[in-house]
């Protein structure tokens, strides 16, 4: 007899297979970082587009698939990492430690910037971080130092190449694999219950005690500073910026938006599939020009209209897939089931 | 006296960023959907007055009478096909739709037009100006700009106030199921006011082009962004808040013209900043909602 008992289910948080994520991706992750020494390092440091792409569409999808707020403002923060690298490198530290010291300083200027963004909602709030990553590029060309309104490259460069290209690789798989690990470990924490309470009804979250702005704020905060590191590794990538108006442009946002869209809004790994295909897109298609940008539009449209879970939320729903678990579900509890039956046997002798 | 000047050019500059609003705000007003793509829109409009011109050989005026009607038709449609669906879907979905739109619109406008600069001939219009005192001189066209952006909201109030399908949109906008309930198809309602929207962006981009002496592919990502603060400093839900909005905001970068010709942007978008952390409601407090 398998009848449910009260106080015989468990709640289970999918532990044995993020178990076997983590020790998969961690091979993954070392396969990887050894990867410059079997293949030949300019091959490997195409990846680090890949690399980028994904840590950009998984913060965007932080920001709009697990708190509700779509942001086309993301650029702000990809110029400010291009740009707050070149800042703590002048200052005498080396590129990649430039690169993790600028995300942090744009976290810091992320959480004032918040308060500004945070008093509009929907659709006025994607405006808002439009015109707030706007007013940062304006504000970034005043600065002479930064090279204006021109571009500017990077200083204090390693000189050789081959070993240049080998450092932005790993901080860009360092990066990626932060950025991923970083989520899953938000999401299955109390927070990750809370954003999404926050998503799917923000009033109703607010009235079973979520610290709601709070919470965004966090979310907010991270989501810049992952776009920060981005914006440091195409900065390294390209030996500095080509011009305000390219790593301010907000085709950053229509590139995250894409991403996100296809491969899966509100998933983990919908992001990663959305960003591969970007990739492959773009290595194959990005010759055709403009006609290219207009077809990843229509396809954002269709996909929204047509395909609203995205490739991998149609997957993981039909064969109720999960790479990155962080759900919850109840089943029930044998142990517990069990003594509990022996309890009642006991009490109640036949 | 330069700075009554700027102050007086400002005022007018505030009436094109109000026409450029009034389409988002009706939008937002009656279906709470934020059209991204408005700036393209208007852009779109713009270059149907290019293209209605040369083609035709029509002046600008005739050529409005063709390209507003059509945009509207556009609006539409495009609420019908697309947007509809994507209410049902969820919150973000409308964003999501029209943010692809806005990616399709400049693409597409350069790969016709290239991105040369397309003029939009106003005869001598764009000249003509009326000297009040030394030291200030109204453009004609400006002031035209400022007398159609009054003439719009004035009738706009009064469509939502007497007509019916004004009555119907502000139904609508508060309760589409009850307005289901009384046999009106909120559907058709809500199309109704996205034609509405696009017919009056097509005009404000004709007008915009006609200010900055033609158009180009891209000048929809600030004429958006313009129309947007103008809303946002004038307060949601007020039409003539907007038109204070458009003003502050003309005023505001006619006046850093004067310091700086790089300064204009910047403080437009402080002001803007300013407003939304000090006063987040608005200059104007709304009392109806629109």
């Known amino acids: 007899m398998s009848q449910l008992v009260a106080g015989s289910v468990r709640i289970d948080r999918y532990r ?69 690298l070149f800042v703590f490198n002048d200052l005498g530290l080396d590129p990649y430690s430039s690169a993790l010291v600028a995300s942090v300083a744009v976290g810091v200027i992320a959480l004032p910037l918040s308060f500004v963004a945070f008093r509009l909602r929907g659709g006025y709030f994607a405006i808002g971080t439009w015109v707030i990553a706007e007013a940062v590029r304006q504000v970034i060309i005043r ?54 309470s926050i998503r799917d009804n923000e009033i109703a979250a607010r009235a079973v005690g979520i610290k709601v702005n709070r919470t965004k704020r966090t979310v907010f905060v991270v989501a810049a500073m992952g776009a920060s590191l981005a914006g440091s590794l195409i900065c390294l990538q390209a030996i500095g910026v080509a011009s305000p108006s390219q790593i301010f442009s907000v085709s950053y946002s229509a590139f995250m938006i894409f991403m ?39 396809l954002a449209v269709l996909v929204t209209l047509f395909l609203p879970k995205g490739i991998w939320g149609e997957l993981s729903s039909k064969f109720n897939l999960t790479i ?22 006991t009490e109640v002798p036949s | 006296m330069a700075i009554l000047n700027a102050l007086t050019q400002g005022i007018l500059l505030g009436g094109l960023f109000a026409m450029a609003a009034l389409g988002l705000s009706i939008a937002f007003g009656v279906l709470r959907v934020v059209n991204l793509a408005h700036g393209e829109i208007m852009t779109l409009g713009a270059y149907l007055a290019f293209v209605t011109i040369s083609s035709l050989g029509v002046n600008v005026w005739i050529s409005l009478l063709v390209l507003v009607p059509i945009m509207g038709f556009v609006g539409y449609w495009v609420q019908r096909a697309l947007l509809q669906r994507a209410l049902r879907l969820s919150e973000l979905s409308p964003l999501l739709v029209t943010f692809g739109i806005s990616i399709i619109i400049p693409n597409v406008l350069i790969e016709i037009f290239t991105n040369n600069k397309k003029a939009i001939p106003t005869g001598d219009l764009a000249v003509q100006s009326i000297t009040i005192t030394e030291g200030i001189r109204i453009g004609v066209l400006p002031l035209l700009t400022m007398v159609v952006a009054i003439v719009l909201i004035a ?84 039409l003539w808040g907007t038109l204070a909005g458009g003003i502050v905001l003309g005023v505001a970068q006619t006046m850093a013209g004067l310091v700086g010709p790089e300064l204009p942007l910047l403080v437009g978008n402080l002001v803007f900043i300013a407003i939304l952390v000090f006063r987040p409601t608005g200059i104007v407090q709304s009392k109806v909602a629109v």
């Not at chain 1, 993954?28 to 293949?39: D, F, G, T």
């Not at chain 1, 890949?50 to 779509?70: K, R």
């Not at chain 1, 809004?265 to 006609?291: C, H, N």
């Not at chain 2, 119907?168 to 508060?174: E, K, P, S, T």
């Open chain 1, 260 to 298: 996100v869209l296809i491969g899966g809004i509100g998933t983990i790994e919908g992001p990663i599939i959305g960003a591969a295909i970007y990739y492959v897109m773009d290595l194959y298609f990005s010759q055709l020009g403009l006609w290219y940008l207009v077809a990843l539009g229509v």
């Open chain 1, 16 to 84: 044995r297979r993020l178990l076997t994520t983590g020790i998969v991706g961690g091979a993954v992750l070392a396969v990887l970082a050894l990867a410059p020494y079997v293949v030949d390092p300019s091959i490997t440091s195409t990846w680090i587009k890949l690399f980028y792409l994904i840590t950009l569409a998984t913060m965007w999808n932080l920001l709009a698939g697990y708190a509700g707020m779509v942001s086309v403002g993301q650029q702000a923060y990809i110029g400010l990492g291009a740009y707050g």
């Open chain 1, 324 to 345: 990155f678990p962080v759900g919850h579900r109840v089943i029930p509890d044998e142990r517990a089931t069990a003594s509990l039956r022996q309890a009642t046997r």
């Open chain 1, 143 to 196: 600065f002479d130092s930064l090279g204006a309104g021109r571009g500017r490259s990077i200083s204090n460069y390693t000189a050789d190449p081959i070993f240049r290209n080998l450092f932005t690789y790993w901080l860009a798989l360092g990066v990626v694999a932060l950025a991923l690990v970083a989520t899953v470990f938000l999401l299955r924490s109390r927070m990750g219950i809370a954003l999404q």
């Open chain 2, 155 to 238: 009738g706009m109030q009064l469509f939502l106030a007497q007509a019916r399908i004004g009555r119907y949109m502000r139904a609508a906008a508060d309760d589409s199921e009850t307005l289901r309930l009384m046999g009106v198809d909120h559907r058709k309602v809500y199309a109704f006011a996205m034609a509405l929207a696009f017919a009056i962006a097509a005009l404000a981009g004709v007008f915009f082009g006609m200010r900055q002496g033609g158009v180009t592919p891209f000048d929809g990502q600030l004429t958006v962004l313009f129309a947007f603060e103008a809303v946002i400093i004038g307060g949601l839900g007020s």
